[in-house]
């Protein structure tokens, strides 16, 4: 069995999945339930799933091919050219590395089912502000506090329990999270290989550097598919590894293939192409193509895009176009985005803007890519180029609370560079990482920041050669 979940679990999901990706399935949630995790039916189920056809009726065309993504993408945005001083460049990689590091802190604690999904009727974006409330700390302007009294009348509501060192009263630096580690696997992919790197690459470097229990969702489907794949192969070089069906390795009991996983991989690809978002999004094709598809992929390519203009552009909202320039058109991901965008360009009131985003994209699971890609979306508009008023909305509209603060985060920090961004939000993460990767645990963030911005400085130059 692969993954971390039931047959049963992972079919019921395929089920959505399929129907999201615009196919008929009328009756198969009935078969699932009725199955009561026979597996020669759940499996039987599980192929006829695979096998159904896209509705003649489904006005989305979703490829997941790089020249298809390209050939069905709008107009290009062109990107404002920038002659930044060698300091002024640094800076700027500072404040993306600073800058998603504390995004992504504020929002780790909150990563529990209660401001995710919702409970108790309530809507994620409502319990985060209780939350804050109880605790006499809304607006919010830091950390996640400890305790909330919210808890007296709301007992529903908790802190995820593992996630201590990221609170307000503890917090002395970054510590390790999926969301930190792979923008540390990005920059050591570049390091590595350049720009010369393919999907199976990807999965060598996760299999080299990161252990089963530092894996989820699609992650987790894509390594134990690519193991099955590739456990009896030594030494193969790339063009043989080639020869095996990537298109398995990241379908295969795969129902996670459009969720946030691949969003939220691509920074260190993204900063190595600062000031390129075409280059990034094709950094980010690369790496999403081994474990996701069709709008996984692009959600990836989407926030790689911006994160890369960010480093040159001031505008937010001519930064969220750029990442819509490189995504297809007519794809639901490229809908989500321009719903956003309408939603946060019309009102000032961040608890209203929130309410209707989370209404208006509450039907994806709290952890998929549209719904995400939406609020933070939403977010950087509503923000205006504010570091605090980005995080601190992101985070509050629930779901994947701490991707979302990490992907504004590193947006915005980019943009401002690090010596604007407030001292109230760096200065207590004292410049360290812990990412439980080899080198990585502790390491200065400013030193993660100097080498990407080696990374970028050596592509700069080979694409001139």
Not at 134 to 143: F, R, S, T, V
Not at 315 to 325: A, K, N, Q, T
Not at 362 to 370: A, G, L, M, Q
């Amino acid at each position: 069995m692969a993954g971390w979940d039931t047959l049963y679990h992972l079919v019921k999901e395929e089920v959505k999945q399929r129907g999201e990706e615009g196919c008929d399935v009328s009756g198969f949630a009935e078969r699932v339930q009725a199955s009561k995790t026979d597996e020669a039916e759940l499996t039987a189920i599980y192929n006829e799933l695979m096998a159904l056809p896209i509705a003649e009726h489904f006005k989305y065309n979703e490829p997941s091919e790089l020249d298809e993504i390209r050939a069905q993408r709008p107009q290009a945005v062109a990107v404002s050219p920038r002659t930044w001083s060698d300091a002024e460049w640094l800076d700027k990689f500072n404040g993306a590395w600073l800058g998603r590091s504390a995004g992504c802190a504020l929002g780790k604690p909150l990563e529990s089912w209660p401001f995710m999904n919702g409970s108790g009727g309530r809507a994620g974006w409502e319990n985060v502000k209780l939350w804050f409330e109880g605790a006499d700390a809304w607006p919010i302007q830091g950390y996640t506090p400890t305790e909330s009294e919210s808890t007296i009348a709301y007992p529903d509501l908790y802190l995820v329990p593992w996630c201590k060192a990221s609170r307000r009263e503890n917090i002395a630096y970054m510590e390790t999270d999926d969301d930190i580690r792979y923008t540390v696997l990005g920059l050591l992919m570049l390091e590595e290989y350049g720009t010369d790197f393919e999907s199976w690459d990807i999965g060598k470097m996760w299999h080299r550097r990161l252990s089963y229990k530092q894996v989820c969702t699609a992650e987790t489907q894509a390594y134990l598919n690519f193991a099955q794949v590739t456990s009896h192969l030594h030494g193969q070089s790339r063009e043989e590894l080639s020869q095996y069906p990537k298109d398995w390795v990241r379908t295969y009991l795969n129902p996670y293939r459009e969720w946030i996983g691949a969003q939220i991989r691509v920074d260190g690809y993204a900063y190595g192409a600062a000031g390129n978002p075409e280059l990034a999004a094709e950094l980010a094709w690369k790496d999403a193509s081994f474990s996701h598809v069709k709008n996984g992929i692009y959600g990836a390519m989407f926030c790689a895009a911006m994160i890369a203009a960010a480093f040159v552009e001031s505008d937010v909202r001519r930064i969220v176009d750029i990442g819509l320039s490189v995504i297809p058109a007519n794809c639901r991901l490229a809908d989500d985005i321009k719903l956003a965008i309408i939603i946060a360009s019309s009102t000032n009131d961040q608890v209203s803007m929130v309410k209707q985003i989370w209404d208006a994209f509450s039907h994806y699971d709290p952890v998929h890519t549209n719904n995400n890609a939406a609020l933070c979306a939403a977010a950087l508009i509503y923000s205006g180029g504010d570091y605090e008023k980005g995080i601190t909305t992101a985070v509050l509209g629930g779901w994947d609370t701490d991707c979302n603060g990490a992907t504004v985060g590193s947006i915005l920090g980019a943009m401002l560079g690090g010596s604007a961004l407030p001292a109230s939000w760096i200065a207590p993460l004292n410049n360290k990482l812990y990412a439980e990767v080899h080198g990585f645990h502790p390491i200065a963030i400013t030193e993660c920041a100097r080498r990407s911005y080696n990374v970028f400085r050596k592509l700069q130059a080979s694409s001139v050669q």
